[in-house]
């Protein structure tokens, strides 16, 4: 069975700081890799999509990477702002059930 | 492109009764899947389908019923609600199984007393 971890848990910064939000999974026969964002009380915001064969996605000041050997991904987000408060989601498709599996999340805060 | 809606999106339920939550996709995406998210556990997968007249288990399928008549439609239906079963279920689709992202729905914050 797919495990999905994500550390840190929690994690509060300074506007203007990068943020660095780690994930693991312990199959690392997958098909892509999702983050995704989630405000308090929303649905899931899809961030970034990164297939098996890529290294890393773009999309502003937002970049993921992935490690499918080690099992590992992270995204980066440059320099914070308040509005991007909010906790962050990382899921997997594993290839041999096509299944979606979520971490737990990390919440982040960023203090202005 | 409305994407993905739920409805609805608060319900309170007296523990015993049964409700259908409704999920409609207009991308005509094949595959949709249920979900319920909780404090502490993380989105767990209750059903999904592969295709319309195609459903499966997921993770914690027990109380829940699942049918696909129809490519846009996949409605969840709790049998008998328990407190249990206080939770935000959120309903997802994407274009196929494996090389593809998912959308999601807004969500259904469902509380049984």
């Known amino acids: 069975k797919q495990e999905v971890t994500q550390i840190p848990a929690a994690l509060s910064v300074p506007e203007g700081e990068n943020l660095v939000l780690n994930c693991s999974f312990t199959?690392?026969?997958?098909?892509?890799l999702q983050w995704f964002r989630q405000d308090p009380g929303k649905g899931l915001t899809s961030l970034l999509l990164?297939?098996?064969?890529?290294r890393e996605q773009t999309s502003g000041r937002l970049n993921a990477s992935l490690d499918k050997s080690s099992g590992r991904s992270t995204l980066y987000i440059a320099a914070s702002q308040p509005g991007d408060s909010a906790t962050y989601l990382c899921?997997?498709?594993?290839?041999?059930?096509?299944?979606?599996?979520f971490g737990a999340g990390t919440t982040v805060t960023v203090r202005a | 492109n409305a994407g993905v809606t739920q409805t609805p999106k608060f319900q309170v339920l007296k523990t015993g009764q049964s409700m259908t939550l409704q999920c409609a996709q207009d991308?005509?995406?094949?595959?949709m899947s249920w979900y319920r998210q909780d404090p502490g556990m993380g989105l767990r997968l209750i059903h999904y389908?592969?295709?319309?007249?195609?459903?499966d288990q997921g993770e914690v399928p027990n109380g829940y019923n699942v049918s696909r008549s129809t490519t846009e439609d996949f409605p969840l239906r709790l049998l008998s609600a328990a407190p249990s079963q206080t939770s935000v279920y959120f309903c997802?689709?994407?274009?196929?199984?494996?090389?593809?992202?998912?959308?999601f729905g807004s969500g259904t914050r469902l509380t049984v007393v």
């Open positions: 997802a689709s994407t274009l196929s199984e494996g090389n593809y992202g998912y959308t």
């Open positions: 199959d690392s026969a997958i098909y892509n």
């Open positions: 990164i297939q098996s064969s890529q």
């Open positions: 899921a997997v498709i594993t290839a041999n059930d096509y299944k979606l599996s």
């Open positions: 991308m005509n995406h094949e595959y």
């Open positions: 389908s592969v295709g319309a007249g195609i459903t």
